[in-house]
């Protein structure tokens, strides 16, 4: 699940759910909603979002 991946590359980075929001400029609710699996296709942009604020790839994040 792509919620799981952004939950560990988001803890190896040592950020918080809040922290990791506001880099990725996505409302907190959006990830803590993808986190937890209740989002289960997020759009394109906020996928690149985060993988832009994690420093990582969209193939990463979606494997």
């Known amino acids: 699940m792509i ?4 939950k560990k590359f ?3 980075k040592g950020l ?3 922290g990791l929001a ?7 609710t959006t990830l803590t ?5 209740v989002v289960k296709k997020p759009s394109v ?3 690149a979002k985060i993988a832009r ?5 969209i193939e990463d ?3």
């Open 22 to 28: 506001r880099k990725a400029g996505i409302p907190y």
């Open 16 to 18: 918080t759910q809040d």
């Open 33 to 37: 909603k993808l986190e937890s699996n």
């Open 45 to 47: 942009q906020t996928v």
């Open 61 to 63: 994040l979606i494997k």
């Open 53 to 57: 604020a994690l420093g990582i790839s």
């Open 3 to 6: 919620g799981d991946n952004v």
């Open 10 to 12: 988001r803890k190896k």
